[in-house]
């Protein structure tokens, strides 16, 4: 039986979520019987909705190593790659356990932000090195690796989360019910970044937030919400880590709306598969979050994009669909609005550029997955 160990990001996000169960049916698939470990934070209705899954609490480092000595093979995915001090030193520790234990190692399906001290390159130069094999899921996690000088060769690939299948249509409207909202009349999902004075410093940095640009950008969202409501349902789909945040950034898009119950809160963090059905029974997105718009793309759902960093203009660019992306500095309802009239009108056109999109990430995908083989298949 094959043991093998992912890091890289947790089960606290939806996207997040996906990319951890995305190489879970990755590696079942090449080794039914493998037994999976996650270095991540808990979630209980991952645990029991997938067999033979084991969550081992990352911040407990100490109590993972048995786990890590065992293993066949060390899977670092996700997004490990930003600059803040104590996520480096965590994975300087990390990488010392994994020289000690000799597990081979293999980065697959990552992205990357911007790391500008040499600390930052030193260690994350160190895990490109010491990696047998690296898939990237972007451009930016290619670039960074590049530019900080790994010896490893890179591959650029597509995101693994192509392979996933969204949850079962009956089961989408039954959830959606649930929430008070009605599947048969047009529904307007919307996927947003917590912008907010009180997140981190270096989340501010990596999204250039300026805090005189907030009240502007919330009054923005508010009136194009307010606008499609007239003929939708318009609500929020929780992608945080915490439902705090996205309770906090219904509230702030709630002050500049007229009527504040136009705007509903979908607050239940639901399994990751399930919330993509959610995205597919959208008749558009707005979508705030980079994973919003791959799974958009992925399921036929027509989005408008706001920008918040480099990763959402590349994937936008990748679709041809630059004319629909917005920058959350300068969002401009009367704009957004506009283009949604185009894109309304391009509707069939959209769809059809989806679909090819989509089995053809698929295929990559899965052709992607293969780096996985010969550390999977005897």
Request: charged fraction near 25%.
């Amino acid at each position: 039986m094959k043991r093998v160990t992912v890091w890289g990001t947790t089960l606290k996000k939806v996207a997040d979520e996906a990319q951890m169960i995305s190489h879970y049916e990755i590696i079942k698939t090449f080794a039914p019987n493998a037994q999976v470990t996650m270095l991540t934070y808990s979630r209980p209705l991952v645990e029991q909705s997938y067999g033979g899954l084991i969550v081992t609490a990352i911040p407990q480092l100490h109590k993972s190593l048995p786990r890590i000595f065992k293993s066949d093979l060390f899977v670092i995915g996700g997004g490990p790659f930003f600059d803040h001090l104590p996520h480096l030193l965590r994975v300087a520790a990390l990488l010392f356990v994994l020289w000690l234990a000799r597990v081979p190692v293999l980065i697959y399906g990552v992205t990357g932000f911007p790391v500008k001290s040499w600390f930052g390159k030193s260690v994350f130069r160190w895990m490109g090195n010491h990696a047998k094999k690296i898939v990237t899921r972007d451009a930016s996690a290619y670039r960074l690796l590049s530019e900080i000088g790994v010896k490893t060769p890179l591959q650029q690939g597509i995101d693994l989360r192509a392979i996933l299948t969204p949850a079962p249509h009956l089961r989408v409207q039954e959830i959606l019910r649930l929430e008070g909202i009605d599947p048969d009349k047009p529904m307007v999902g919307l996927t947003i970044r917590y912008i907010d004075k009180n997140i981190p410093d270096w989340v501010k940095t990596q999204v250039d937030m300026h805090e005189e640009g907030i009240d502007r950008f919330n009054d923005a969202l508010g009136r194009v919400v307010a606008e499609l409501s007239k003929s939708a349902q318009v609500f929020i789909i929780a992608m945080h880590p915490d439902v705090e945040e996205d309770l906090a950034a219904a509230k702030n898009i709630r002050k500049h709306m007229a009527d504040p119950s136009q705007l509903k809160l979908i607050g239940h963090r639901y399994l990751a598969v399930e919330t993509l059905g959610i995205i597919g029974a959208c008749d558009l997105l707005i979508a705030g979050r980079v994973g919003s718009a791959f799974f958009a793309t992925m399921l036929g759902t027509p989005l408008l994009a706001i920008s918040h960093e480099s990763r959402m203009t590349d994937w936008m660019e990748e679709i041809g669909m630059k004319e629909y992306l917005f920058d959350w500095h300068s969002l401009d309802a009367g704009a957004m609005l506009q283009q949604l009239a185009k894109l309304t009108q391009s509707r069939e056109e959209v769809l059809r550029i989806f679909k090819a999109k989509a089995e053809a990430s698929r295929k990559q995908a899965w052709r992607d997955a293969e780096a996985y083989r010969a550390f999977l298949v005897d």
